[in-house]
Each structure stands twice: as C-alpha cells, then as structure tokens.
C-alpha cells in the first residue's frame, strides 16, 4: 500500500511541474508582445506625436481647451499665461511661460507648490503630452 501512495504523489507532483512549466512557457512566450503593445499604445491608433515648437502653435491648438488625463486630472491653458483645474479633489493652478522650444510652468497642487518646470510639449490629433528633461512624461490628456 504505501508504494501505492508514492506512486500517486509522485503523478501529482509531475502533473503540477507540467501545468507550472506550461505556464511559465506561454507567459514568458507572450511577455515580448505585451511589453511591445504597451510601448506603442499611444502611438498605435492616432499616429506619431508632433513637437509643438512655437508659442503660437501652442496656443492655437491647447490655449482654452480642457486637458483630460486618465488620473481624473482637469487642466485648462489660459491666454494670459495662467492655469487652473482640478486633480482629486484638489485645486490646480499655476502660470506658464514659453522659452525657447519649450512650456516653462509652475505648478500648484492643493496646498503644494512644485518647482519650476519646462517640458516639450507633443500632440497628436486631441492627445497632447509634456516631455520631461529626462525623456519620461506624466501621462497622456485627451484635448476638449
């Protein structure tokens, strides 16, 4: 009897390796494409981003439309170089400038107030983003 038992430990714990090592294959298989759709997935279906490169680019195509982000954020660009919105219950507002090819802002966040910051601004169709110094963006906002 106890040969018995061993044997059918011993199927289980072979079948259990199979089903993890099936598992591991076909994550490990699939990871290269999920990891290539997230890279592109901003890109995929509007097209490639285009550097806005002059304040009156900016303004014609952002300055008084509502910015919305997938965080909930709400910002609004204004002419006379200020902002305002709303971010999780939280008041947004600040003043922008542009210098060189760039948007230059201070950003206030509820109580909080950031550091000055300038970042190349990108659009594509109704989505637009802030390129920071070191190549990393917030997010992406739907313009409206």
Same mark, same amino acid.
């Given at each position: ?47 490639? $981003? @285009? ?7 900016? +303004? *014609? ?9 997938? /965080? ?41 107030? $950031? @550091? ?7 659009? +594509? *169709? ?9 190549? /990393? ?8």
């Amino acid at each position: 009897m106890p040969k018995f038992k061993h044997r059918y430990i011993v199927a289980w714990c072979h079948y259990a390796e199979m089903r993890f090592l099936a598992f591991f294959l076909i994550f490990f298989a699939a990871f290269p494409f999920v990891a290539q759709a997230q890279n592109n997935r901003d890109s995929d279906d509007d097209g490639e $981003y @285009e550097r806005i490169v002059s304040e009156q680019d900016f +303004v *014609k195509r952002v300055v008084g439309k509502r910015l919305f982000y997938d /965080s909930g954020a709400v910002i609004v660009f204004l002419a006379d170089r200020s902002f305002g919105g709303g971010f999780s219950g939280s008041r947004v507002w600040g003043e922008w400038a542009w210098q060189d090819d760039r948007i230059c802002h201070q950003i206030n966040i509820g109580e909080k107030r $950031y @550091e000055a910051a300038c970042k190349v601004p990108q659009i +594509v *169709k109704n989505r637009l983003r802030f390129i920071r110094e070191d190549g /990393s963006f917030y997010g992406v906002a739907k313009i409206r």
